[in-house]
């Protein structure tokens, strides 16, 4: 069965919107316009896009769309909802991890949803979304059959999901995304203080997210915490003591892992 195709504005030119709206190209949608507020990162996007322009302001009342995805920062959300002119049975969906359904209530669209693909995004790097999760969100029935049409396009992960779930599933996500990148940025550091190169860690690195992947994490510990390595422990809050604040991390952890293991 052939997919549907849905011509598409976005509102917001960010890492989202970078890799979001040449994907629903690729799939067979059509993105007809781009909106943000300087107009420079919308006018970048659609260099990469077929046919659409740059929209430079936010009424959308003559826009050709029936989607608008709403790519911008969290805390914009709910304002820029408010001012955004809407054609007729148009559908706004944010795509944000924590915001809340809610925070589209106050828009004039006939319906509003969330599509929150769950995947960290740069404009550096192309991702595959067929294996990206796509959680949905609306109570519209409509819109919602809209949504998963739009999202089993790319994925072939699509999940609903409720916005206390998401919420919950976003917290995980900054531990599991972003403070494990955190935890290798200060790895690189104090490798690039010892003049190492950082790749040194790349198979060790590898091998440690190829286990949990596959096990339960808490199963598959190790390191001095976990063997209970008093002395290792100490010498390394030692090695750490022109870094007060790295020291904190490294006690807080080790002790986090200490107590449950």
Known sequence: MRNVAYHISFIGAGNVAWNLAPALENVGHFVKEVYSPSGKSAKKLVGNLYDAVVKENLDFSESPSQIFILAIPDDEIENVAKEIIFPDQSLLVHTSGS???SALEYSSASA???FYPLQT????RQVSFERIPFLLESENKEALRILQNLAKSLSKDVQLVSTAQRKQLHLAAVFACNFTNHMMSISEEIMN???????LLTPLIMETIEKALNHSPSTVQTGPAKRGDLETLDKHMEMLNNNENVQAIYRMISQHILDQH
């Open 99 to 101: 915001k809340p359904l």
């Open 112 to 114: 509003t949803g969330v």
């Open 121 to 124: 995004f740069s404009k550096s």
């Open 193 to 199: 203080n010892a003049q190492l190169d950082f790749k």
